[in-house]
């Protein structure tokens, strides 16, 4: 391990855990290549790519693989690889695929196999595949589920629980942003299965470039992000300046298109790029003499816009350090806040936090938590200049894609809060996704994204993206023991709370409804773009 404090990206694919019995096998008869499993994998142990038909000469002979279902691309295949040693056998892909087989309804197009079986040729197998060519990022429809499963994960094969309701949020933003992805980490669970030494589950795409991840404490971690934003800034001013200082001795034309590109989209990222490897190339040519273009050299990746992530559970979020995540969403800088909400102390063993819902029983909680769950969105819409966002990629992936995906684009502070499914609820982890699904439609969790720019537009920013609540609070909250664990040990009291809790939910909603048919001046407006 290098001196410097940093180690080797990539590493926990080495370790090849083998921990699971029975793992994900896909059947390519049944797919339809939706990418809905390889979308929730906790894991990223599910990849896919599509390729030309001539590469499978070659392939090992139980190389699985189908036409691509896509127009204009013929001749060209699809394959869905599983990379079984790290399988860990969760079941959260088998419940995600929508597929069943007409003869055998319990079939899916992806199914738990057992695993010794299959290591052998899946070993060949996944070694072939990663000799298969990655997708153009540019080229692939970052908009839909079915096109994010060909974004290559830069997480993977971490040490999170099987069926981690965390850990598909985290692969979603590496494959997102890829290699511009800055990431500062609060202490918990994701710090954890982050960077667990020596390995680490944060790798590096094919040019050996991947995201920017450091751990800080539990109460510093949104000013640690903070300071990762004003850094980046300060690099890309500098970047600038030397860039106008060169112009005539670069190029007035490579320097102004550098200099005017927008960057939002990602074939205006990659045309970015692409325009920053030529400029290092003119400036490897002036050599060392030059201390402008030394100086310039030192910053010049900070010309592609760097996106910045402040990530955390909601133990640091809601309590420890939710003064200072106050601070920089007010500061109104260009930061992103991810919150992966478990409602609970995860990592430190189940205590309770300003999350925990109205009712629940945990650590410090043990008689049922007699306060209701802490609104952290709304705190955040107060403001009007934050993206704030609820999601729960069990109830609606689509939703939580455009979430993440307008939070990264908004020229200012997001906060995207995702329900993260846990073991610390005393639920079967492979029910996790069904949770969320009946934690959205009961009403508990709605879903929500606020957008200022619509407000700046004359239009209502406040969207509610779920419908009205279709079953009762009790259809979501009796399946976990959190709750059902005091109606053993004092019934009364959990009914006193589950009626109380029914009608926070009720409440709750009434106002989000309201705040969605309201008109765009009745929010506050972003003094940063108004006059």
């Known amino acids: 391990l290098p001196v410097d404090g ?67 691309l013929p001749d060209t295949r699809f394959t869905l690889q599983v990379y079984v040693e790290d399988c860990t056998g969760c079941e959260l892909c088998v419940q995600a695929c929508p597929v069943s087989a007409p003869a055998d309804p319990a079939r899916k197009a992806i199914n738990l196999a057992a695993r010794e079986p299959l290591v052998a040729a899946e070993r060949d197998n996944v070694a072939f595949f990663e000799t298969l060519p990655v997708a153009d990022r540019s080229r692939v429809d970052f908009g839909t589920v079915r096109g994010t499963q060909f974004l290559q994960p830069l997480f993977e094969f971490s040490g999170a629980c099987a069926g981690c309701g965390e850990t598909p949020y985290i692969k979603l933003l590496s494959q997102l942003f890829g290699d511009r992805l800055m990431v500062a980490n609060a202490t918990g669970c994701s ?104 100086d310039l050299r030192s910053v010049v990746d900070h010309l592609l816009r760097r996106s910045v992530w402040i990530v955390g559970g909601d133990g640091w979020a809601y309590d420890i350090g939710s003064g200072g995540l106050d601070h920089v969403l007010a500061s109104g800088r260009d930061v992103n806040v991810l919150v992966l909400d478990t409602e609970v102390y995860s990592n430190t063993g189940g205590q309770s936090s300003k999350s925990t819902p109205l009712g629940a029983v945990a650590k410090f909680a043990s008689a049922g938590k007699t306060m209701p769950k ?86 209502n920013p406040f969207m509610l993206d779920s419908p009205r609540p279709r079953i009762g609070l009790t259809d979501y909250t009796q399946r976990e023991l959190r709750y059902r664990s005091l109606s053993n040990t004092d019934p009364a009291e959990a009914e006193r709370l589950g009626g109380l809790a029914q009608e926070a939910v009720n409440q709750r909603w009434d106002t989000y409804e309201e705040m969605a048919t309201r008109g765009a001046h009745q929010f506050p407006a972003d003094a940063r773009r108004e006059s």
């Open 374 to 459: 802490k609104d952290l969105a709304l705190q955040a819409i107060a403001y009007g200049y934050v993206y704030v966002a609820r999601v729960a990629m069990g109830a609606d992936p689509q939703q939580t894609l455009r979430a993440f995906r307008e939070a990264e684009a908004y020229d200012g502070p997001s906060l995207v809060i995702a329900y993260s499914h846990c073991i610390a609820h005393g639920i079967e982890m492979r029910d996790g996704l069904s949770q969320q699904y009946r934690a959205v439609a009961s009403g508990y969790w709605p879903l929500v994204r606020y957008d200022p720019m619509l407000r700046t537009a004359g239009r």
């Open 191 to 294: 710090s954890i299965y982050g960077g667990n030494l020596p390995t680490t589950p944060w790798t590096a795409n094919a040019d050996g470039r991947g995201p920017a991840w450091s751990n800080s404490l539990f109460e510093d971690n949104a000013e640690f992000g903070l300071g990762f934003r004003l850094a980046a800034d300060r690099h890309a001013d500098l970047a600038r300046s030397r860039l106008i200082q060169l112009r005539d001795v670069i190029g007035a034309e490579l320097a102004d298109d550098i200099l005017a590109a927008p960057q939002l989209r990602e074939s205006e990222l990659r045309a970015q790029h692409d325009r920053i490897s030529e400029l290092k190339r003119r400036l490897h040519d002036l050599g060392q003499a030059d201390r402008l273009a030394i």
């Open 6 to 72: 940093t180690y080797p990206s990539g590493t926990a694919a080495y370790e090849k855990r083998n921990i699971s019995e029975l793992v994900a096998e896909w059947d390519p008869d049944l797919c339809i290549q939706c990418g809905n499993c390889s979308f929730v994998c906790p894991h990223s142990v599910i990849r896919s790519t599509y390729y030309e038909e001539s590469l499978l000469a070659g392939a090992p002979p139980e190389f699985r693989s189908a036409p691509l279902d896509a127009r204009g």
